[in-house]
């Protein structure tokens, strides 16, 4: 008698590949063959119907001599097929089973592995290290993916903590960026670049974002890039820039508001400063009052002019130092040595 066998590569085996249930995909689409599909009493061959649950099935070609091959299309999860010789059953019923679909964690674990520059940076020649993280990350909406990619968005970690330390700390807070880059130079990739990392708010569609890990203090002074950092940082926007075709060899907009009730009066007013005469100097095009202007313009950034969360991220010193990052000099502005921690 008939049998149900599965369609893996060339001609199914009738031993081998016979099924217990039929696996799917998470719409119910999928393949199953029909192995002795043709009726040996009656010389005709044999269809494949769905007996029980929601789907259809259709013959879709024979695979060698003893094997018809079947599509199947919305097929419910726990639906059961059954062959039939005219409106003889042929074979027993056999139950299919719907596959879940890869959750996000699985996700971004293999895009990760993948090493493709779609999802991995690539820095000298090779995919950086990568670190998956399994949670914390892919916005708190539905929708988890990147869309257009505007540019790279620099952090500051406001602690010292080791490349899998920063994995921990995101897994566990919920806060996460693309990629870390410790005091040494070292870079992590946590979150493929195809998918929405929780930095600057929750979940930004289209900045890559990237901490620094630095010392940060509660009147908002934050650590500055060391050397080896700045190198880092310096190949990761290089890749960015090459990879994607919107950001421009320039710092994005920058914010150009107050937060000084958000941060404290002088963050608030030293960071003003900052963006005032990184336009001035024509290191950014313009400045903007709405982080909405911000993220919608391209080129390097920071999450200061992304966001409207609470903190001075990644600090006045950074934003300086990050004209370095594209080749020009540091920017310094009066006031800003209080909020600066030496690299
Ligand atoms: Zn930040």
């Known amino acids: 008698m008939a049998h149900f066998v599965g369609i893996y590569s060339g001609i199914p085996d009738p031993d081998l590949d016979a099924l217990s249930e039929l696996a799917v995909d998470a719409a119910g689409n999928g393949r199953v063959g029909l192995w002795g599909y043709i009726d ?6 044999c269809d494949v119907r769905v007996v029980s649950g929601k789907g259809t099935v259709a013959a879709a070609g024979k695979l060698g001599g003893q094997v018809m091959g079947f599509s199947l299309a919305g097929v419910a999860d726990g639906a059961q097929i059954q062959a039939f010789s005219g409106s003889r059953p042929y074979t027993a019923p056999l139950t299919v089973r719907r596959s879940e679909g890869p959750t996000l964690a699985q996700m971004n674990a293999s895009r990760l592995a993948s090493g493709d520059p779609r999802h991995v940076a690539h820095i000298d020649g090779r995919p950086v290290k990568t670190l998956a993280l399994a949670k914390g990350f ?3 909406q539905a929708i988890h993916q990147m869309a257009e990619v505007n540019g790279l968005a620099v952090h500051i970690t406001g602690g010292l903590l080791s490349l899998q330390g920063a994995k921990t700390t995101a897994e566990s807070s919920g806060a996460s960026a693309h990629f870390t880059i410790d005091r040494d130079g070292n870079i992590a990739q946590y979150v493929a670049l195809t998918l929405m990392a929780n930095a600057q708010g929750p979940g930004n569609r ?3 974002s990237v901490e620094m890990v630095g010392k940060g203090t509660n009147t908002g002074a934050c650590q500055l890039m060391s050397t080896r950092q700045l190198a880092t940082l310096g190949k990761l926007w290089e890749f960015i ?3 994607y075709p919107n950001p421009p060899w320039q710092l994005a907009t920058v914010y150009g508001g107050d937060k000084s009730a958000l941060t404290s009066p002088r963050v608030g007013r030293v960071s003003k400063a900052m963006a005032a005469e990184l336009v001035s100097r024509g290191r950014a095009p313009a400045m903007a009052a709405s ?6 313009s391209r080129g390097l950034s920071c999450h200061f002019w992304l966001d409207m969360a609470k903190k001075p991220c990644p600090g006045v010193g950074i934003m300086g130092q990050l004209p370095q ?4 000099e540091e920017v310094r502005v009066a006031g800003d040595e ?6």
């Open 241 to 243: 820039y090459v990879n």
């Open 40 to 45: 040996t009493a009656t010389g005709k061959a």
């Open 291 to 296: 982080v909405n202007e911000c993220i919608a």
């Open 338 to 343: 209080e909020l600066r921690i030496p690299a």
């Open 325 to 328: 990052v594209l080749g020009y």
């Open 206 to 208: 289209n900045y890559i």
């Open 138 to 140: 892919g916005g708190y």
